[in-house]
């Protein structure tokens, strides 16, 4: 590792211990949920609030992780091999540990999280990762006070926006692996209905810890959906407050001036209306991804034909849904 020695004059090692300390000390949380479930807008929504800060989107368990385990798994590898055929008769240099891994995965991911300016100035940091509804345990684990959101969207939504965007991003890919959206979309059932399944276990046992929320209830209304969100962070609810957060970040102004459900494919924020899969699927397409994701579907009440009903307060949803509601205070 090449590192300019004009790095040092900046590099203050009780500096930045004292910071992953004083980011440790805060409300940390994490935001995930299956590809194209409204991950990004919750997490604008929360940074919009002037007590919290959300970053996004770090792969911290997927990306960071992954390669911080291969980079010690080497060392360790080559230090080992060193010990026994060079110093087989003396003790050899000690290998790094478990306990000393998940101790520099969780300072690297501290790091991270305090980067943004203003991390530094709110007591409540979180990342916006999808993909971190699949490492919950991980993250609890290395954050014990951490608390979780967990947006849920109906998965025929999810599957139309996730066939958009990657068309979009990577379409040479897409299209080579899946010839149709049908073959996406149900290849894309068994995907989501599997990692919301994942985030329905974590919630059920860590109650109070993981918050679930309807990206369609957000959509409705996103002052009350933001207000459950805020109680469960422990952030301020002022009405004025959510508000201008909701204010900041409507359709219109993610996407340049557009009005919700005036589509255009070549932006990330393509459409931005609930219910809009109906224009994409096809009877047999529908029933068949039904087939696949329709009992998980049905704990969210998402029924054939329709995006679902908005959950009124006192309304059971599923034991992780009425877990996530009582947690924020509804």
Not at 1 to 28: C, N, W, Y
Not at 151 to 162: F, G, H, L, Q, T
């Amino acid at each position: 590792m090449a590192v300019p020695h004009s790095a040092f004059e900046a590099f203050d090692f009780d500096v930045l211990h004292s910071a992953i300390t004083d980011l440790r000390g805060k409300q940390v949380f994490f935001i995930g949920g299956a590809p194209k479930s409204g991950t990004t807008w919750l997490r604008l929504l929360l940074n919009a609030h002037p007590a919290i800060s959300c970053g996004g989107e770090g792969h911290f368990p997927n990306r960071l992780l992954p390669a911080l385990a291969r980079a010690l798994k080497a060392y360790n590898a080559s230090i080992d091999a060193k010990n026994k055929t060079i110093f087989g008769q003396l003790e050899g240099q000690p290998l790094f540990s478990n306990r000393h891994a998940l101790y520099l995965a969780g300072a690297a991911i501290s790091l991270m999280l305090g980067r943004p300016a203003k991390a530094s100035t709110v007591n409540i940091v979180g990342d916006k990762t999808p993909d971190n509804i699949r490492f919950l345990p991980l993250l609890a684990g290395l954050f014990p006070a951490a608390r979780f959101i967990h947006i849920v969207r109906d998965p025929r939504d999810c599957a139309v926006s996730a066939w958009f965007h990657n068309l979009r991003v990577n379409p040479t890919q897409v299209q080579a692996k899946f010839p149709s959206f049908e073959a996406f979309a149900i290849n894309f059932a068994h995907i989501w209905a599997a990692t919301v399944r994942g985030g329905i276990k974590f919630a059920e046992q860590r109650p109070g810890r993981c918050l679930t929320l309807r990206y369609e209830d957000l959509s409705d209304d996103p002052v009350r959906s933001l207000g459950r969100i805020c109680t469960f962070l422990g952030a301020s609810r002022d009405p004025s407050v959510l508000a201008a957060c909701r204010d900041a970040t409507e359709f219109s102004r993610l996407s340049g001036g557009r009005a919700r459900g005036d589509e255009d494919r070549a932006s990330f924020f393509r459409n931005g209306v609930a219910g809009a899969w109906r224009n994409h699927f096809d009877t047999a397409t529908e029933q068949e991804f039904r087939a696949k994701a329709g009992p998980v579907m049905a704990l969210f009440r998402y029924p054939p034909g329709g995006a679902g009903a908005s959950v009124q307060d006192g309304q059971r949803l599923s034991p992780v849904a009425a877990q996530g509601q009582g947690s924020a205070g509804s």
